[in-house]
């Protein structure tokens, strides 16, 4: 990573990665901001949202985007990345709907959402912050293992370790195809946040500090970018 910082636990990595977010949109009240989800960068959202509110931070012309999505999901199922965002950063900051660049969990044709989504990122001027969390399985979006991946917005079939994510435990329906923003999107971002926490994650950790740059683990293709961040919480890692 261009730069590793370490937390001594979850809650001060989040502090630190509220923080990035703070400066990112103090500097620019209408910046562009990729969200992950799940337990990663619940909490660096949860201090985001109080401290926007305490410090009477402008956030109403921040535009939020979603990095992924599972397929085949009511948007109001409690699993969806749509409802995690909206519960976690739009409905506590009032962002209005103009402001979230999202995909369609029940998209009747997914290649044409794809589509879809690349047009309207396409036409963002910049972006100025993506946040990400690493896979149980070194995935970084929903960009699997494998020998290739894609630039641009495509679906993915699930590898079933993917499969296992806690936020698809809030659901009874059987998930195995996702849709994700590819790797030429995300290197878009001006700066890059990635948070490594997660105990069943620890069996990757010797990918942050050495040389290795491979498809097979994803999220080591960010060693490439100039502004990645990588905060990383050292009762995980």
């Known amino acids: ?13 989040s502090a630190l990665a509220a923080d990035m977010m703070v400066r990112i949109v103090r500097d620019n009240p209408r910046a562009v901001v990729v969200i992950a989800t ?7 959202y949860r201090i985001f949202c109080s401290r926007a509110k305490s410090e009477g931070i402008d956030v109403s012309g921040v535009t939020f985007v979603k990095l992924d999505e599972w397929l085949g999901l009511e948007p109001t199922d409690e699993a969806t990345c ?14 209005s709907e103009d402001k979230f660049i999202h ?3 029940l998209a009747p044709d997914a ?3 794809c589509a879809r989504f690349r047009a309207e990122f396409d036409a963002l001027p910049a972006v100025d912050l993506v946040t990400l969390g690493i896979g149980k399985n070194g995935h970084l979006g929903l960009n699997e293992p494998s020998d290739h991946l894609f630039t641009r917005a495509h679906t993915v079939e699930l590898e079933a370790k993917t499969r296992t994510h806690d936020m698809l435990t809030h659901t009874g ?4 195809r996702g849709i994700t923003m590819g790797l030429a999107e995300i290197f878009r971002g001006k700066e890059i946040m990635l948070l ?10 010797d990918y942050l500090t050495d040389g290795r740059i491979t498809t097979e683990a994803p999220f080591t293709l ?7 961040t990588c905060f990383v919480d050292r009762t995980a890692f």
């Open 82 to 95: 749509e409802f995690f965002i909206r519960r976690e950063l739009l409905d506590p900051l009032g962002i």
């Open 1 to 13: 990573m261009n730069k590793l910082v370490y937390a001594e636990n979850y809650d001060g990595m």
């Open 38 to 44: 799940g337990g990663s960068p619940r909490l660096a």
């Open 111 to 113: 290649e044409a959402e």
């Open 196 to 205: 490594a926490t997660g105990g069943e994650k620890a069996h990757l950790k």
């Open 173 to 176: 329906v059987n998930v195995t």
């Open 103 to 105: 995909f369609d969990s």
């Open 222 to 228: 960010l060693k490439l970018h100039p502004g990645c």
